[in-house]
């Protein structure tokens, strides 16, 4: 851990408090390398079948004003030998915090998360997805905003304003977990005439009351979900993402009942103008169980079932219009911190259609990680967006040093 | 399919590692001088002897030793004393360096489920955590998150069992049971200083009656005329022979935090 505290190396957060002069910054983060073979033939002649990457993602804040005003920049970036449009690079975070007595205000670029379930986040709106980085979905590109949070008995309120979108990257020809035909990067249209500069809006009202969690949110602006349109590029088909102005109104709830947890996220999306997304609604329900202490050495099992739908075509809906996830957590609770996430996500419409993934982590000493990570696809249908991505299974084994 | 959450398991406030020792006497008990008795005025006076500390702040570390491995965690403690209720505390890890940044925050509760908050930074997510799992072992150490709960009333029924001295203290010998099914054990055995009310050594049993482990507490220091704190805590395990050794160290009071320190909008920033 490189510490670049001044003047002390290491000083509780009360001495800071008492010290109203006193400056706290550090650096931390992590670099990884990765190696991924893809075992079934590609779909497409240029796919290729295996992949070496390396990332480095470093974090450096600072703090001062008691604690109350902070400077917080994370950096990413991944080199892919395989697909240069995977070889990507990002300012996750890069943003000026001050604290009042009952409200935040943040500035600049930044990463904000809402919801409850696992399978997947549908009230998650403020950032876009990091496409290219994996295939889970859980990273996310920074958002440039100015977040305004009120903090009352009554729960939280957090106001958005978000000046600029980002889009999203896609895997390019040489690359697997893509669509077919490929998705151009750099051709997306945008219904608004101010295309990325259209200035979005968030507000987002949520509470926690004894064993319930509830939260409300409102966005309006540039879909972060893309529709898809079909041009000719050169002599071949292709893919260009077209970005609609919508309305999205989200709730997630949860309930902690002992070892217990019911989880609801729901939304309504509706087009804004001559949009050519169509109306919809989609929700995600389900809970969480954990069995703690199953054997003598004090595992913990923790189990998940979630059902997802969504009221548009398959096609559109992506693969949660009608589907069920389950999966586990087991935790060793080693010196090793040794665990093994597992799950499936069936297609209840269609038996061919499934997703599963297998991804076990452990500790080697104090500072690294391994990480091995195993995802299957299954699909036979061409109008399931699964069946683009039906050859891509993949084991992937890295390495993780934390510094 | 995202349940790529790391879960770093739920961890409780960590800067009164004594005894649970109060407990209500039991009707049939209630005469003054049964063992039960004496046992429950013991616990009252230790309790009382720990009231008005009003909030603090320590960094704490934890050696693992296992056979000749070494391994350490470091975090800081944050704890705000709630009148009529349990403490609420935040944890903040530093080491190892893959859960930096990790913060945990607690609300225990005297008659209710305990309220859990765990903040991933990767994903700057906060998750709720479900409280009933206090017999596991924290990180992967000879301690169980119960033994780092706080001090809190009516969690055991116990019984004074006779005085004894111990490295030449005179100390009351005080079994307590706990009251909490969950509990991963049946009973504990706790010396406690005639003179100052201060745990030195607790045995605890598993719910084969038989010894687990022993965890011996050292090196007392004095804050604000008032506050004992053990410097060490040794916890062995009897059944592995492991040994897991926590050092707390710059004890703060009246550091000024409140109840705006404690929410899950200061979890997401806790650095």
């Known amino acids: 851990m490189k510490k670049l505290s001044l003047p002390l190396l290491r000083l509780s957060v009360a001495a800071i408090a008492l010290n109203p002069l006193f400056v706290h910054s550090e650096l931390l983060g992590y670099i990884g390398l990765q190696g991924r073979v893809y075992p079934t033939s590609a779909a497409e002649a240029e796919q290729g079948s295996e992949t070496v990457s390396a990332v480095i993602a470093p974090e450096w804040f600072t703090q001062w004003n008691d604690g109350d005003d902070s400077f917080n920049i994370k950096a990413f970036y991944r080199y892919d030998s395989l697909d240069s449009e995977r070889s990507h690079g990002d300012l996750r975070e890069f943003y000026w915090q001050h604290v009042g007595p009952s409200w935040e205000l943040s500035i600049g670029i930044n990463r904000v998360f809402w919801g409850v379930t696992e399978s997947q986040h549908l009230v998650d709106i403020i950032n876009q997805t990091d496409f290219v980085e994996s295939a889970d979905g859980e990273d996310k590109l920074g958002q440039p905003m100015i977040h305004f949070a009120s903090i009352q008995s009554w729960g939280v309120i957090d106001a958005f304003i978000l000046p600029h979108f980002r889009p999203r990257e896609f895997a390019g020809q040489d690359g697997r977990l893509r669509s077919i035909p490929a998705t151009l990067n750099n051709q997306e249209r945008y219904q608004s005439d101010k295309e990325d500069e259209h200035i979005d809006y968030a507000l987002r009202w949520s509470h926690y009351l004894g064993d319930w969690n509830l939260g409300l949110s409102w966005f309006q602006g540039t879909s972060r979900e893309p529709l898809y349109e079909v041009i000719i590029n050169g002599s071949d088909f292709a893919l260009a993402p077209y970005y609609p102005l919508i309305e999205q109104s989200g709730i997630d709830a949860q309930y902690i009942s002992g070892d217990w947890l019911w989880k609801l996220e729901a939304i309504h999306r509706r087009g804004l103008g001559h949009s050519l997304a169509e109306d919809m609604n989609a929700s995600t329900a389900g809970f969480e169980y954990t069995f703690t202490g199953i054997n003598t050495r004090f595992w913990d099992l923790g189990v998940l079932l979630e059902y997802s739908y969504d009221s548009r075509s398959k096609a559109q809906a992506g693969a949660f219009q009608n589907d069920i996830f389950s999966g586990g957590r087991l935790s060793l609770n080693d010196i090793a911190s040794t665990e093994i996430l597992f799950g499936i996500s069936q297609d209840l419409d269609d038996s061919d259609s499934r997703s599963a993934v297998i991804e076990a982590s452990t500790r080697l000493g104090d500072t690294m990680r391994l990480i091995t990570e195993l995802y299957h696809f299954r699909s036979k249908q061409t109008a399931d967006p699964l069946y683009s991505i039906r050859r891509d299974s993949y084991v992937e084994l890295g390495l993780e040093y934390y510094f | ?271």
């Open chain 2, 1 to 271: 399919m995202s349940i790529r959450t790391q879960f770093i398991a739920p961890f409780v406030s960590a800067l009164c590692l004594c005894t649970a020792l109060l407990a209500n006497g039991q009707e049939q008990n209630n005469t003054a001088n049964s063992p039960e008795a004496i046992g429950l005025s013991i616990a009252k006076e230790m309790k009382a002897r720990d009231r008005g500390w009003v909030d603090n702040s320590a960094e704490m570390e934890m050696v693992l030793h296992n056979g000749k491995r070494e391994s350490r965690r470091e975090m800081r403690v944050l704890s705000l004393e709630v009148a009529d209720d349990g403490d609420k505390s935040m944890t903040i890890f530093d080491s190892p360096n893959d859960v930096k940044g990790t913060a945990f925050l607690s609300f225990t509760h005297t008659n209710a489920m305990d309220d859990q908050w765990l903040y991933l930074p990767a994903l700057k997510r906060v998750k709720r955590i479900a409280s009933k799992n206090k017999s596991g072992p924290f990180m992967g150490s000879e301690f169980a998150y119960e033994d780092l709960n706080s001090f809190e009333v009516e969690q055991y029924d116990y019984r004074w069992l006779r005085d004894e001295t111990l490295d030449g203290q005179d100390c009351f010998v005080v079994e307590s049971i706990p009251r909490d099914e969950y509990s991963g054990y049946s009973k504990q055995i706790s010396w406690i200083d005639k003179t100052h009310y201060r745990a030195l050594k607790i045995d605890f049993y598993d719910h084969k009656n038989t010894l687990l482990k022993t965890l011996t507490l050292s090196d007392y220091q004095l804050h604000l005329d008032k506050f004992w704190r053990p410097t060490k805590q040794s916890m062995l395990n009897h059944k592995n022979q492991r040994r897991t050794e926590v050092y707390l160290r710059n004890y703060q009071f009246g550091t000024g935090l409140d109840e705006s320190d404690f929410t899950e909008n200061s979890l997401k920033r806790a650095r």
